[in-house]
């Protein structure tokens, strides 16, 4: 039962396919305006650009964590990659928190936004063997335009997903 790990960037690449397919429920109308795909060390510029695109629906996916988790039997060592990433979400900017937050009549509101993404992608395999997402917690936050001391800042929700990324079986070798 050999099995080889699954490229990080191949599952994010389909996170981000799988969320730009992504529909507001009973309509066809997109959940997101855009999305995309953010280098772990461009968080800061991720986070900006959140805060400079107001008119937009947005969820920018960023890598985070990996893990193994190995088991020695003999001469066989078993490992398996599970990895972690976020997915950051913005609404259209509105003047009020609450409707920014909680929706209003042009908009959905972060929060539904959010419940959306995690109800969607949970359990979704995204076209890979044995890849199942799995939501692990998120929380709100706001973000300021730097360039304007008067921005009241836009609200968004920083959601942190999980996933089996295949396992490896090998024989122990010396190199």
């Known amino acids: 039962m050999s099995q080889d790990f699954i ?3 191949s599952i994010l690449n389909a996170v981000v396919a799988a969320v730009q397919a ?3 429920p009973e309509s066809e109308d997109k959940l997101f305006d855009e999305v995309r795909l953010y280098d772990a060390t461009d968080v800061d510029k991720a986070f900006a650009d959140l805060a400079l695109n107001r008119q937009k629906k947005l969820c920018f996916v960023l890598p985070s964590k990996h893990t193994y988790q190995s088991q020695l039997d003999g001469s066989k060592l078993d ?3 599970r990895i972690n990433f976020a997915c950051l979400v913005c609404d259209t900017d509105r003047k009020t928190g609450r409707e920014a937050l909680f929706g209003g009549d042009k908009n959905l509101g972060v929060i539904a936004l959010q419940e959306e993404l995690v109800d969607q992608l949970t359990g979704a395999q995204l076209g890979l063997r044995w890849v199942v997402v799995e939501p692990v917690e998120g929380d709100d936050f706001v973000v300021f335009d730097e360039h304007q001391s008067s921005d009241p800042g836009r609200k968004g929700w920083f959601q942190l997903f999980s996933t089996r990324a295949g ?4 024989s122990i070798q010396r190199l």
């Open 7 to 9: 490229p990080t960037l």
């Open 22 to 24: 992504l529909t507001v």
């Open 79 to 81: 490992s398996a990659k």
């Open 167 to 170: 396992r490896a079986n090998r």
